[in-house]
């Protein structure tokens, strides 16, 4: 449980603190206010990256060099640890540095260190995307959901993407005629052994949230269907020489995707709005369940003004999976207070 976060020179917010209650947290403010803002910091201590920004120095106030998150976090038998994640652009003070910086009770650690510690699930409008965006957003979907509770998914999802990034350079040499084909041997074993086991790791995912979706009456017509472009040492073998010409690797996790599907009817292409934000909605159930089972522990819920896009039937459905969790939900609309009986308010002015 999140009982406090404190905010330093992060987006709109020069310096600002909170208290969080067990239940419901009720966010409200018009818009620009930072509403968003504020979940964006939880999230970052939770996963220890931004939902939206595309590089980490837009999270730092304009004019500052770095800006600072840090919550309090409460843990079973009444025990007590701090996260903090520091941001900035690179450069502090003339120094290079790492934009980026983790730490857990003062202490330096690695990102993957603090995964897992607040698992936590953001619902937003913009998540209408994982039905028809592109498949990379649908890609950030399955990897951060896996990393938070499945520490062996987290280090070889790092591992396949560095290994990737030099193979990747070493196909543009090979082109170029500055490097061998035979140093790729090397880099082809880190892809395969790493890839492999992202897959697996995503497949298990993608089957539990299909059982899910059968045993609910409200989700039984929907399937998720997993478009894998399978890793192997004969599939690397195969476009091998297409990635020299083009000088990128042409299969792998990385160029994975999923389809959710009402019986035979890709949502995508032929789902109307409020099918797709049913989908959304589904998505989402599934990855709490699979979280809190897999992680043992309740995840902290995030809800960026979702509710104007829901109908009551859907709306409903999220009020009852709010119950026994924590939940920070925000609005710009007063009348939504209404629906959340004995829940903490936090006012933006």
Do not use: C
């Not at 699930?121 to 938070?148: H, N, S, W, Y």
């Not at 070889?156 to 070493?170: G, V």
């Amino acid at each position: 449980m999140l009982k406090k976060i404190v905010l330093s020179d992060f987006r709109n917010y020069k310096a600002a603190e909170y208290e969080l209650s067990i239940g419901v947290n009720l966010v409200v403010g018009q818009n620009a206010k930072g509403k968003t803002n504020l979940l964006e910091a939880i999230y970052l201590l939770g996963v220890g990256d931004s939902f939206r920004a595309k590089r980490t120095e837009e999270m730092v106030a304009f004019g500052q060099e770095l800006g600072r998150v840090s919550g309090e976090i409460e843990l079973p038998k009444n025990d007590k640890l701090m996260l903090e994640v520091i941001v900035n652009g690179g450069l502090v003070m003339g120094k290079v540095v790492n934009k980026r910086k983790y730490l857990i009770d003062g202490i330096s650690k690695r990102r993957q260190d603090i995964l897992g510690i607040l698992p936590l699930v953001l619902f937003r409008p913009e998540d209408v995307e994982l039905i028809g965006g592109a498949p990379d957003t649908r890609r950030k979907f399955l990897d951060r959901l896996l990393i938070q509770v499945d520490r062996i998914y987290s280090n070889s999802l790092t591992t396949y993407e560095q290994a990737l990034r030099r193979r990747n350079k070493l196909l543009d040499a090979i082109r170029e005629g500055s490097a061998s084909p035979y140093a790729l041997t090397f880099w082809d074993g880190l892809l395969i052994k790493h890839g492999q086991v992202i897959q697996e790791k995503r497949r298990s995912l993608i089957d539990y949230v299909n059982e899910l979706f059968g045993k609910s009456e409200l989700f039984k017509d929907l399937k998720i269907t997993y478009d894998m472009s399978a890793m192997s040492e004969a599939r690397l073998s195969q476009y091998k020489e297409a990635e020299v010409a083009v000088g990128y690797t042409l299969v792998g996790p990385h160029k994975d995707d999923f389809q959710v599907k009402a019986e035979t009817r890709d949502l995508a292409v032929y789902g109307s709005r409020g099918e797709q934000r049913m989908a959304v909605l589904a998505l989402k159930m599934g990855e709490i369940y699979f979280m809190e089972e897999k992680g043992d522990k309740k995840v902290l819920l995030l809800l960026d003004d979702i509710f104007s896009e829901l109908d009551e039937i859907h709306k409903g459905e999220v009020l009852r999976v709010m119950s026994g969790r924590q939940v920070v939900v925000t609005t710009a609309d007063e009348g939504d207070i209404s629906m959340f009986k004995k829940a903490a308010t936090i006012r933006l002015s």
